[in-house]
């Protein structure tokens, strides 16, 4: 039954990677905190367009069940960096992902069409590596039915390349990650965490950890900024690619590699040492979760893909200790969509790449019309996921137990993790997760 419970747990994995504050201790900062801009932007998984030397099978075969619209990223960010140089926020933080899969092109292209355009309206912008983006095999050119490995970057070349993105002028460095601190404001920091397993990726099997974890050496050097800034009364923000906390029933047993290991145990630590929130990616989806520890608390806020629907940034505002959190929309950008609006655009792209999955990895005793409906059911609570603040209407739920009795005659496990896939993500838990207010002083 393990041995069942781990395929299918699998087979769930597959479908989505291509388809405030009790009183502590210590009282927080007598300071008040002066009004604060700050822009949050995930997995923008820029591709340079010299990587697609010809389309063809190559190329198709990557895309095919993939939720990212890579052809249209570099147009995608284009227009994602004219918003956010008119928002005008004082900082921004991008969680990791920055590229397709790492190649040096990528990481090039996006510092000198988006980063360095922001760095020049005067935004301070601070980054953070995800797993696709350094020391990784899968950084690739496509050539008609041909692949070639092109060069990707150490975790050195990594820091070198975004020394004007949080690197050059940290505070304070991890000896055993990419974890640094900057300090952008007087009254602020941030803490930017690397959880990534690059060194574990293998270029003879042609493989890259999705997974993260938090290294116990680094787990110190986080208990020590976090001492710091506390004793220092300076407010301290962490932001990491993979999720602190658990975003939906089921996806610590489904999804394990979205979270950090031992992730309640981390999320307990970093909550008892007094850190308040972080700010992660990985999963595209907007959502945000509270995890309570006692008579401490930490925010996990995630953000979702530019590059997958619904292509959302966040913009936030801090004063005196009120956090308000708005989401906003990347809505048009400059490229041919085919007569469709670019919601309209992204939306279908996402349901095809994630059904098409979905009906390939179905029992072949299923009818072709069930697969489609399974397909079809399955990506409508994904993308729901994705959106945030997700509701299960009557109508949903019909056509879910509908597709879930028919799955059970065939393959009772199957049903069974549909089931628990589909109204976990169909749940959303609390609090809201686009536009919220958060009071970092609350009991």
Known sequence: MKTNFKIISYFFLFLLLFASVVKAKNKPSDNALPGIKIAIISDVHVMDSSLLIKEGAAFENYVAHDRKMLKESRAILQELTRKLIAAKPEIVLLT??????????????LVDNCLSKMKAAGIKVLVIPG?????????????????????????????HCYANYGYGDAIAKD???????????????????????????????????TGGRIKPETMLFIKDQIADAKAKGIQLFAMMHHGLVQHWNMQEKLMPEYLVDNWQNEADTLAE??????????????DIVKHNFGN????????????????????????????????FHIENID??????????????NVLGGIASSIIGM??????????????????????????????????????????????KTV??????MLKAAAYGLWTDLSPADNNITIDLNQK
Do not use: M, W
């Not at 983006?133 to 990594?158: I, L, Y």
């Open 273 to 286: 040492l007094g850190l308040k929130i972080v700010f992660t990616g990985h999963f595209h989806a907007q």
């Open 96 to 109: 990791g992902d920055l590229t397709k899969d790492g190649e040096e092109i990528s990481h090039r292209y």
């Open 362 to 407: 179905l029992p072949a005793s299923l009818p072709e019309s069930d697969k489609k409906t399974f397909g079809e059911i399955l990506s409508r609570a994904i993308i729901a996921h994705y959106h945030g603040d997700e509701q299960l209407s009557e109508e949903e739920k019909v056509d879910l137990d509908a597709v879930i009795k028919k799955l």
């Open 175 to 209: 000896e055993h990650s990419l974890s640094y601190v900057s300090q952008p404001s007087g009254n602020l920091r941030i803490l930017a965490i690397d959880a990534c397993r690059y060194e574990e990726n293998d270029y003879s099997k042609n493989t890259c950890v």
């Open 335 to 348: 490229y041919d969509l085919g007569g469709l609006s670019f919601t309209e655009y992204a939306r279908k």
């Open 296 to 327: 401490h608390f930490i925010y996990d806020i995630e953000t979702g893909s530019t590059v997958t629907y619904p292509s959302p940034y966040r913009l936030i505002s801090l004063k005196n200790n009120q956090l308000t959190v708005r989401s």
């Open 131 to 159: 797993n696709h983006d350094v020391n990784n095999p899968h950084a690739v050119s496509f050539n008609g039915s041909e692949t070639k490995r092109v060069k990707t970057v150490s975790p050195t070349e990594f820091a």
């Open 411 to 416: 393959s009772p496990q199957y049903a069974s």
